[in-house]
């Protein structure tokens, strides 16, 4: 391997996920880690509990909030855990366990052997029943231009896709690079509330890859996430309206964070 990767660890965080989503996702969570091991990569995997309703007790969990806390302020106390581990990681994966393919993990890791980047964003595709799904040269044409736009950050372009047409959750990072951005991304989670008037939750994954293109652009990469069948929540006129805002929210709180 060019470059090498021998320990991964990944964290997903919960809340209203169901006992049956989270137990079927563990049992895929268990298929990658016999694949990595059997390629002689260590894999260790943690629930991150924001006052989770149904996650067994049994359960690695790295984070425990007794309340819902807001997944921004559940990533940010992660992210620090994760680097304050006994046994060092050189890759940590972010991924959901009601719309990310746990496998992608090795897909991954595999990328970051073989390419000198510091971070892969799987970015997972909406497919809406009654709408047309996208063509693969489509999907690759889009990721390529919101590539283009992030440094620095092109807001019409990504207005009109974070969210709106994939979300970029799933996010794998060499160590390295998370130790990098973390310090403006915890600094970024507790200006929010202030800013904004609201509880800091969902959008910075949008922010930390902003920062990581902020690093070195050419140092980040994307591979298909897959497809998923959006939760109906999440395609409604208020919904979308939402995400729209909260991209402007992010992108607002990143050129204040550039401007001091």
Same mark, same amino acid.
């Given at each position: 391997?060019?470059?090498? +990767?021998?320990? +991964?660890?990944?964290?997903? !965080? /919960?809340?209203?996920?169901? *006992? ?11 298929? =990658? ?5 059997? @390629? ?14 149904? *996650?067994?007790?049994?359960?690695? #969990? ?23 581990? @006994? /046994?060092?990681?050189?890759? #940590? ?12 993990? #090795? ?7 073989? =390419? !000198?980047?510091?971070? /892969? $964003?799987?970015? =997972? ?24 736009? *992030?440094? &620095? ?13 994939? !979300?970029?959750? $799933?996010?794998?990072?060499? =160590? ?6 973390? !310090?403006?991304? @915890?600094?970024? +989670? ?14 910075? %994954? ?8 902020? +690093?070195?652009?050419? @140092?980040? %990469? ?7 069948? &959006? ?8 919904? /979308? ?20």
């Amino acid at each position: 391997m060019l470059f090498p +990767v021998r320990n +991964v660890v990944a964290m997903t !965080p /919960v809340w209203n996920e169901s *006992l049956a989503m989270i137990q079927a996702f563990q049992e895929q969570i268990d298929d =990658v880690r016999k694949a990595l091991i059997a @390629k002689g990569i260590a894999f260790r995997h943690f629930f991150l509990d924001d006052g989770a309703m149904h *996650l067994p007790d049994e359960s690695s #969990i790295l984070v425990r909030h007794a309340s819902n806390l807001g997944l921004a302020q559940t990533l940010s106390d992660a992210y620090t855990a994760v680097l304050e581990l @006994k /046994v060092k990681a050189d890759v #940590i994966a972010r991924l959901d366990c009601q719309e990310h393919d746990p496998r992608k993990i #090795i897909e991954a890791v595999d990328h970051l052997t073989r =390419v !000198p980047v510091n971070a /892969v $964003y799987l970015p =997972v595709i909406y497919n809406v029943n009654g709408e047309p799904s996208r063509r693969m040269v489509e999907v690759t044409q889009i990721i390529a231009r919101l590539s283009a736009a *992030l440094n &620095p950050p092109d807001t019409a372009v990504v207005d009109g896709i974070y969210n709106q047409i994939f !979300p970029l959750g $799933y996010q794998v990072y060499r =160590v390295e690079l998370l130790s990098a951005i973390l !310090p403006k991304f @915890k600094s970024a +989670v507790e200006r929010f509330q202030g800013k904004f008037g609201v509880k800091p939750t969902w959008g910075f %994954d949008l922010l930390s890859l902003l920062l990581a293109a902020e +690093v070195d652009p050419m @140092k980040i %990469d994307f591979l298909f996430g897959g497809w998923m069948e &959006p939760w109906s929540q999440n395609r409604g006129p208020d919904k /979308v309206e939402a995400q729209q805002k909260r991209v402007h929210m992010m992108l607002d709180l990143y050129a204040e964070m550039q401007n001091g």
